[in-house]
T-cell receptor, first 111, second 116 residues
Framework: GIQVEQSPPDLILQEGANSTLRCNFS?????LQWFHQNPWGQLINLFY???GTKQNGRLSATTVATERYSLLYISSSQTTDSGVYFC?????????????FGKGTKLSVIP | DADVTQTPRNRITKTGKRIMLECSQT?????MYWYRQDPGLGLRLIYY???????NKGEISDGYSVSRQAQAKFSLSLESAIPNQTALYFC???????????????FGDGTRLSIL
């Protein structure tokens, strides 16, 4: 099946700093989502971005499908950004319906 | 109100008990999914359903069963719970029709299940 690798696995930032999280995947995809899992375990949809670039406030994401990677940018980080960020993909092969998740990047933003 | 609602939010039970986790949605989506998350890992698919009459096994279906009572309701059962089924369980829905339609998945808040 498709493989998803996220980097870095852990990241500590000072409040106000910027960061870039990366997601590499091993095959072509027709669905890619970024999620934020908060300390209470809730999964928050950040972006649905199988290709292209999107922005939502301080967050933006870019997926280069032909090169099989996606990037999540967090600018001017806040303590509420802490948590685990997951990339999940659905490969474009016939009969593949599940989202395959990476292991996540654990972000800690300190004041 | 949440679009995807899971009940209960937390459950502690004993080995051998039968457990049912429930999921309901108001998004009008045909597709529903159950995932589990173990500590330090991403989510893995247990079962998925494209409509009331279409239920399919996912990556890790052993020890689980599901029921799609209506378009809006999808339940997950553990017939005889065991400790290694302790995990965080998520229900999700997505729109679209046909086998190649891809729409984003929307997740409930999760059920934290502990089996002693």
């Amino acid at each position: 099946g498709i493989q998803v690798e996220q980097s870095p696995p852990d990241l500590i930032l000072q409040e106000g700093a910027n960061s870039t999280l990366r997601c590499n995947f091993s095959d072509s995809v027709n669905n890619l989502q970024w999620f934020h899992q908060n300390p209470w375990g809730q999964l928050i949809n950040l972006f649905y971005i199988p290709s292209g670039t999107k922005q939502n406030g301080r967050l933006s994401a870019t997926t280069v499908a032909t090169e099989r990677y996606s990037l999540l940018y967090i600018s001017s980080s806040q303590t509420t950004d802490s948590g685990v960020y997951f990339c999940a993909v659905q490969d474009s092969g016939a009969g593949s319906y599940q989202l395959t998740f990476g292991k996540g990047t654990k972000l800690s933003v300190i004041p | 109100d949440a679009d995807v609602t899971q009940t209960p939010r937390n459950r502690i039970t004993k080995t051998g008990k039968r457990i049912m986790l429930e999921c309901s949605q108001t998004k009008g989506h045909d597709r529903m999914y159950w995932y589990r998350q173990d500590p330090g890992l991403g989510l893995r698919l247990i079962y998925y359903s494209f409509d009331v009459k279409d239920i399919n096994k996912g990556e890790i279906s052993d020890g689980y069963s599901v029921s799609r009572q209506a378009q809006a309701k999808f339940s997950l059962s553990l017939e005889s719970a065991i400790p290694n089924q302790t995990a965080l369980y998520f229900c999700a829905t997505s729109g679209g029709q046909g086998p190649y339609s891809n729409q984003p998945q929307h997740f409930g808040d999760g059920t934290r299940l502990s089996i002693l």
